[in-house]
């Protein structure tokens, strides 16, 4: 069972998310904050990230430099989850060193479609 770092500090779409992909088979860790995932990133190593960009304590920009930047995590592929549609968010996102981006609302069938890309890959 492949395992998934959530991280997502709203309450509804971290549950409704976790939900629907424990339905899909997926093993699910959650991190509310940016600090958090960087620890989880470490310690549960993940076979991939959903990083929500918009975070306390410590957005998931630098949340994902620093993951990128550990050689103990830098291979997990993260994905940026954000509600900013724009074009420079896409290629901020990867310039943070995030492998993929989607917007929110979460699209469930297009998400699964990114996420099975890397876990294949793997």
Known sequence: MNKI?????????????????????????????????????????????LMDM?????????ATLRIKDDPVTRHIPVIALTAHAMGQD????LEAGCDEYDTKPIELSRLLSKINKFLEAS
């Open 54 to 62: 918009s975070l306390p304590v410590m957005d998931g920009w630098e």
């Open 90 to 93: 896409r290629q901020k996102a």
């Open 5 to 49: 770092l959530l991280v997502e500090d709203n309450e509804f779409n971290r549950d409704m998310l976790s939900r629907r992909l424990i339905k899909n088979g997926f093993d699910i860790t959650v991190a509310v904050d940016g600090v958090e995932s960087v620890y989880l990133a470490k310690s549960v190593q993940p076979d991939l990230i």
